[in-house]
């Protein structure tokens, strides 16, 4: 199985700061990865497919980067709606698997 | 409006089954692949189980392999998760999400419901 390191775990930051997100793969996925937001009691949403490509109706201010084993999930400026958990998943082989998740909360 | 949405939740004891139905409105149901993920509570997200459009090529978790069934029927634009031999661990909140490649993978995400595993 591919394993999927996503760190931090946790992350304080304060409205309008710029924050990265990272998942390392164990062995390479090409571009099959996309970036989920949970809010508590809800659904997953997916932001990032494609590891670059940015989902109909997601702000422009989030944005992902990578291709391989490295990825990156950006918030250029954090508005109080994105405090939220943050998951990677890889689709490139089956099982598909998460990152362990970033919890994001206000500083 | 795409939507998929679950039923079927419930308390059960171990040793016990269920059923999780998702039903699928606003899109082609025959023509997308779909999944169950599951999170169990304060927990990350985990799959669970896939199955191809045509319901010709099934995957499992190791953690579920044996113990639940995926199936679909398309003419009825609902998907199934069968769960036998439930355990404490199964406790969780299951989604079905659709698609498992390109733009349309674990695109669209169903509500949840939850299954408590207790005695």
């Known amino acids: 199985d591919i394993q999927m390191t996503q760190s931090p775990s946790s992350l304080s930051a304060s409205v309008g700061d710029r924050v990265t997100i990272t998942c390392r793969a164990s062995?390479?996925?090409?571009?099959?990865l996309g970036w989920y937001q949970q809010k508590p009691g809800k659904a997953p949403k997916r932001l990032i497919y494609?590891?670059?490509s940015l989902q109909s109706g997601v702000p422009s201010r989030f944005s992902g980067s990578g291709s391989g084993t490295e990825f990156t999930l950006t918030i250029s400026s954090l508005q109080p709606e994105d405090f939220a958990t943050y998951y990677c998943?890889?689709?490139?082989?089956?099982?598909?698997?998460f990152g362990q998740g970033t919890k994001l909360e206000i500083k | 409006e795409v939507q998929l949405v679950e039923s079927g939740g419930g308390l059960v004891q171990p040793g016990g089954s269920l059923r999780l139905s998702c039903a699928a409105s606003?899109?082609?149901?025959?023509?997308?692949?779909m999944n169950w993920v599951r999170q169990a509570p304060g927990k990350g997200l985990e799959w669970v189980s896939y199955?191809?459009?045509?319901?010709?090529?099934?995957y499992y978790a190791d953690s579920v392999k044996g113990r639940f069934t995926i199936s679909r029927d398309n003419a009825k634009n609902s998907l199934y998760l069968q769960m036998n031999s439930l355990r404490a661990e199964d406790t969780a909140v299951y989604y079905c999400?659709?698609?498992?490649?390109?733009?349309?993978?674990?695109?669209?995400w169903g509500q949840g419901t939850m299954v408590t595993v207790s005695s």
């Open positions: 999400a659709r698609g498992d490649y390109g733009e349309d993978a674990f695109d669209i």
């Open positions: 606003g899109f082609t149901f025959s023509s997308y692949e």
């Open positions: 199955i191809s459009s045509s319901g010709s090529t099934i």
């Open positions: 062995q390479g996925i090409r571009n099959d």
């Open positions: 494609a590891a670059s």
């Open positions: 998943l890889q689709h490139n082989s089956y099982p598909p698997t």
